[in-house]
């Protein structure tokens, strides 16, 4: 039943975003590693659109689901959260 929960996109898109952010912030840090640069440049942009387009879609997840079915969307919002974590912790520790 859990996987047909991550069947809807409120499931699954927001941990395809979390993943594309991620990866966008790990190819930068590989092809010009952990500067800072005075312009925060394209990947930066795209990372903030990332993870700030994907709120509304885990809000909405919750609001559809948590009631109907609590412990199998707690654990994709679980699942959503840690992908947040994922992509936030790069950022955090090179201090980008």
């Not at 709120?55 to 997840?61: K, R, T």
């Not at 609001?63 to 790069?90: E, N």
């Amino acid at each position: 039943m859990l996987r047909s929960l991550f069947d809807r996109p409120s499931s699954w898109i927001p941990v395809a975003m979390s993943s594309l952010a991620l990866a966008i912030v790990l190819a930068d840090l590989a092809i010009y590693g952990p500067v800072r640069r005075p312009d925060e440049g394209a990947a930066a942009h795209l990372w903030q659109l990332l993870m700030a387009a994907q709120l509304p879609v885990i809000a909405w997840h919750a609001a559809r689901w948590l009631p109907k079915q609590p412990g199998r969307s707690a654990k994709i919002l679980a699942v959503q959260v840690i992908g947040v974590l994922a992509a936030f912790a790069p950022v955090w520790w090179f201090e980008l």
